[in-house]
């Protein structure tokens, strides 16, 4: 068994006769430093990251689906990343479930696309100010619906692509319930003409979780992944465009209640590779082959946590192998909702070793996010949790802290 220097600083030790023995049992580990970025609302649905203006730290769009507002969160920088941050709110809408990103209009702003279920069932694109003066004043941003969306479901997710090359970014978007589908919002020449969008269907589908890019066919371009979490469809599929038709494609053995997915080289094979929290059950890792066909591999959820929601793959205690990050619901009591997982001989054959990260509060988290906030070189995790009413928060990797500190001491006994 490898241990990783680092985490002699995480895990209790016991002296014992014999010398020193670690127990790496999750229950004895502290959790990782949680700072808050926003707690002013309620309902913290999900957390998507990009630059907005161009300082080369990642800022955040998140929906509150109780609270009824859009906000955008504007990283103030390492030092003050641990304290909340600037942060406005670019428009109030009902049942949010998700909040992008895009320069839809092509004028150097980045505007929000929100997808919203409940009763208002409507994609709302809240333009931004042209101005980055203007960015945080909430009186400077513009919120509208794209008519083509009204009442035609509940919309869940959405991801700015441009599908076509004409007229600039198009839209991705998908939904649950009764009439759900995932379609296509296709660009006019002046996208701020929002009545001119165009809606095109590519297939029903029961409740997504999940649309992102990944060149699932390794053929250089982008595809699309996305996964249907209920429904007669449900399963984990991936969508190719050639010649103006969409073609779609099914990874084998993904019939479950699939949760939010991810993509990653967990085996450092140089193939893509998709992971997905299954509601219930394991998180399922499909593994590429070298043949273009795929591999399943069940990874168990750990005692003491909730029900698996979201995953990511990364190396998160930087000992050059890809782990998992995974976050949960349901999780009641003293019942874990945000950990990662490690290996020890390779990912297909283990054994995996739990490691916390959240501890017992929070009962629902969303999508899990990982960067590095505070510039220290580890990956931190960002999320929402949005039942205990934590909101948009990031928790702090120990691991930069626990190098340092063991660089300190090596430096002392050679000394």
């Not at 509940?154 to 441009?162: F, I, T």
């Not at 054959?349 to 510039?375: C, F, M, N, T």
Request: a negative charge; charged letters at 30%.
């Amino acid at each position: 068994m490898v241990i990783h220097l680092w985490r002699l600083f995480l895990l209790p030790v016991v002296f014992t006769g014999g010398g020193t023995t670690l127990h790496a049992r999750p229950d004895a580990e502290e959790s990782w430093p949680r700072h808050t970025i926003d707690a002013s609302s309620e309902g913290a649905d999900g957390v998507r990251l990009r630059d907005v203006n161009g300082d080369g730290l990642k800022d955040i769009a998140t929906a509150w689906e109780e609270g009824g507002v859009v906000r955008v969160y504007l990283h103030p920088g390492a030092a003050k990343s641990k304290d909340p941050w600037p942060a406005v709110t670019v428009g109030e809408v009902k049942s949010g479930e998700d909040a992008v990103l895009v320069d839809l209009d092509g004028d150097g702003a980045l505007d929000v696309v929100s997808s919203c279920e409940g009763k208002t069932r409507s994609l709302f694109v809240h333009w931004a100010p042209v101005d980055p003066a203007h960015y945080l004043d909430p009186k400077a941003w513009k919120t509208v619906a794209i008519p083509a969306t009204v009442d035609r479901m509940m919309w869940m997710y959405a991801l700015p692509m441009d599908v076509d090359g004409i007229h600039g970014i198009d839209l991705i978007a998908a939904g649950k319930g009764k009439g759900a589908e995932i379609g296509w919002l296709v660009a006019p020449e002046n996208p701020r003409d929002l009545a001119a969008w165009r809606y095109e269907s590519i297939h029903a589908m029961g409740w997504v979780m999940s649309i992102q890019f990944a060149d699932m066919d390794a053929d250089g371009d982008q595809d699309v992944l996305y996964d249907d979490r209920k429904g007669e469809r449900r399963g984990i599929y991936w969508l190719e465009r050639a010649e103006g038709r969409w073609r779609c494609h099914a990874l084998p053995d993904s019939d479950r209640e699939n949760m939010f997915l991810s993509t990653g080289d967990l085996d450092a094979d140089g193939r893509l590779d998709v992971i997905c929290a299954v509601g219930g059950g394991p998180i399922v890792w499909y593994r590429r082959q070298a043949d273009g066909g795929w591999t399943t591999h069940e990874i168990p959820l750990p005692e003491g946590v909730g029900g698996g929601k979201s995953v990511a793959i990364a190396d998160i205690d930087g000992d050059g192998r890809n782990d998992v990050v995974f976050s949960c619901e349901n999780a009641k009591g003293d019942l874990s909702g945000l950990r990662w997982l490690s290996w020890e001989t390779t990912p297909a054959k283990g054994p995996w070793q739990s490691h916390e990260i959240g501890g017992p509060l929070g009962l629902k988290y969303d999508r899990v996010a990982l960067d590095d906030v505070d510039g220290d070189g580890d990956l931190d995790v960002l999320t929402c949790e949005e039942r205990d009413q934590l909101g948009v928060v990031w928790y702090e990797n120990p691991g930069g802290k626990a190098r340092v500190e063991a660089r300190r001491r090596r430096d002392r006994i050679d000394r």
